[in-house]
Nanobody
Framework: QVQLVESGGGLVQAGGSLRLSCVAS???????MGWFRQPLGKEREFVAG????????SYADSVKGRFTISRDNAKYTMYLQMNSLRPEDTAVYYC????????????????GGQGTQVTVSS
C-alpha cells in the first residue's frame, strides 16, 4: 500500500507563498493523486489534483490562479505551490491518492498521515 508523507506547511502572512510536498512510497501510476484541506471545524475539501493518467490537473474554484500542483516522478514527489495566500486558506493540508485505479471521481480518497498545517495571518 502506498504511503504518503506531507511536509512544507507553516505560518505565513496574507499574500505570501508556501510550497507543500508529498512523498509517495510505492506504485502510484494508474491512480489519481491530489491535495485536500480541512479548515478547523469544517469538512475536508478537494484543493487540486492530477487525473489517474497524471496528464491532466483540476483545481477548486477557490484556489484557481493561485495554487499550482506539480509532480516529479523521478523523486516520487508531488507538490502544491500556493501563492497569494489568504486567511481562508488556513487549514490542515493532506496529500491524497485515490483508492480505485483508473478513477478520477475522488469518491474514495486515501490520505497521508497527519497532514501539514498551513496558517495564513491577516
Amino acid at each position: 500500500q502506498v504511503q504518503l508523507v506531507e511536509s512544507g506547511g507553516g505560518l505565513v502572512q496574507a499574500g505570501g507563498s508556501l510550497r507543500l510536498s508529498c512523498v509517495a512510497s510505492g506504485r502510484t501510476s494508474m491512480y489519481a493523486m491530489g491535495w485536500f484541506r480541512q479548515p478547523l471545524g469544517k469538512e475536508r475539501e478537494f484543493v487540486a489534483g492530477f487525473d489517474w493518467s497524471g496528464k491532466s490537473t483540476s483545481y477548486a474554484d477557490s484556489v484557481k490562479g493561485r495554487f499550482t500542483i506539480s509532480r516529479d516522478n523521478a523523486k516520487y514527489t508531488m507538490y502544491l505551490q500556493m501563492n497569494s495566500l489568504r486567511p481562508e486558506d488556513t487549514a490542515v493540508y493532506y496529500c491524497a491518492i485515490n483508492s480505485v485505479p483508473y478513477d478520477n471521481s475522488w469518491r474514495n480518497p486515501r490520505f497521508g498521515g497527519q497532514g501539514t498545517q498551513v496558517t495564513v495571518s491577516s
